[in-house]
């Protein structure tokens, strides 16, 4: 997995950082904290500019979270959360879930948003939150951002200091890393199947 994503990040450069980075918050088949510390490994051996790679990630992840900001924004608290109970499964986004990032943003304000894009478990949900309480977009995009970028900072740096290393690592760096992509696979189709059965028990 480490040798198909980088070789993926060097062929297709800062536009595949990018995209990863927007289908991470829209629907994770690989997480920042994969792809970021790689694409910060193939900038110190002068693939693509780290500068570059830190506007364009952070980009990215701003980029995809509008999707969840837009869709709380348009429709409400009951209309989304009522999406959720239909359709949050396949998405691993439940009510409970929203609701919880709900309380999260009501308790530190705006500045949950950035909070929020720190903290893995909670930085897509933030956005819903945000939606809902009509922050206004100027303000989402800019908080957002300043999460993002320093929680890609943080990624992107030890990916960097991994090069100088990366014969004492290289063993078992592939090996980990697709562990965890199929850690996250096998997450992802336990938690459908908990809400499928929720689901059914819920209807009978």
Same mark, same amino acid.
């Given at each position: 997995?480490?040798?198909?994503?980088?070789?993926?990040?060097?062929?297709?450069?800062?536009?595949?950082?990018? =995209?990863?980075?927007? +289908? !991470?918050?829209?629907?994770?088949?690989?997480?920042?904290e994969?792809?970021?510390p790689?694409?910060g490994?193939?900038a110190?051996?002068?693939?693509?500019?780290?500068?570059?790679? +830190?506007?364009?990630?952070?980009?990215?992840?701003?980029?995809?979270?509008?999707?969840?900001?837009?869709l709380?924004?348009?429709?409400?608290?009951?209309?989304?959360l009522r999406?959720?109970?239909?359709?949050?499964?396949w998405?691993?986004?439940?009510?409970? !879930?929203a609701?919880?990032?709900?309380d999260?943003?009501?308790?530190?304000?705006?500045?949950?948003?950035?909070?929020?894009?720190?903290?893995?478990?909670?930085r897509?949900?933030?956005?819903?939150?945000?939606?809902?309480?009509?922050?206004?977009?100027p303000?989402?995009?800019?908080?957002?951002?300043?999460g993002?970028?320093?929680?890609?900072?943080?990624?992107?740096?030890?990916?960097?200091? =991994? !090069?100088s290393?990366?014969?004492?690592?290289?063993?078992?760096?592939?090996?980990?890393?697709?562990?965890?992509?199929?850690?996250?696979?096998?997450?992802?189709i336990?938690?459908v199947?908990?809400?499928?059965?929720?689901?059914?028990s819920?209807?009978?």
């Amino acid at each position: 997995m480490f040798d198909f994503i980088t070789a993926w990040i060097e062929t297709g450069g800062l536009l595949a950082v990018g =995209l990863l980075m927007i +289908l !991470e918050n829209v629907f994770p088949p690989i997480p920042s904290e994969l792809i970021v510390p790689l694409a910060g490994f193939k900038a110190a051996q002068g693939a693509i500019p780290l500068i570059g790679l +830190l506007i364009v990630a952070t980009l990215g992840s701003t980029v995809g979270t509008l999707l969840w900001y837009g869709l709380a924004r348009a429709w409400g608290r009951e209309r989304f959360l009522r999406f959720l109970d239909r359709h949050g499964v396949w998405l691993t986004m439940s009510r409970q !879930e929203a609701e919880s990032a709900m309380d999260w943003f009501h308790r530190y304000g705006p500045v949950a948003v950035v909070l929020g894009r720190l903290v893995p478990t909670i930085r897509t949900l933030i956005s819903v939150p945000a939606g809902l309480a009509e922050m206004p977009f100027p303000s989402f995009a800019a908080y957002t951002a300043a999460g993002s970028f320093l929680w890609i900072a943080i990624l992107a740096g030890a990916g960097y200091l =991994l !090069e100088s290393n990366y014969k004492a690592v290289e063993a078992w760096v592939n090996p980990i890393s697709t562990l965890i992509v199929l850690a996250i696979v096998g997450l992802y189709i336990v938690r459908v199947v908990r809400g499928l059965r929720r689901r059914r028990s819920g209807r009978g």
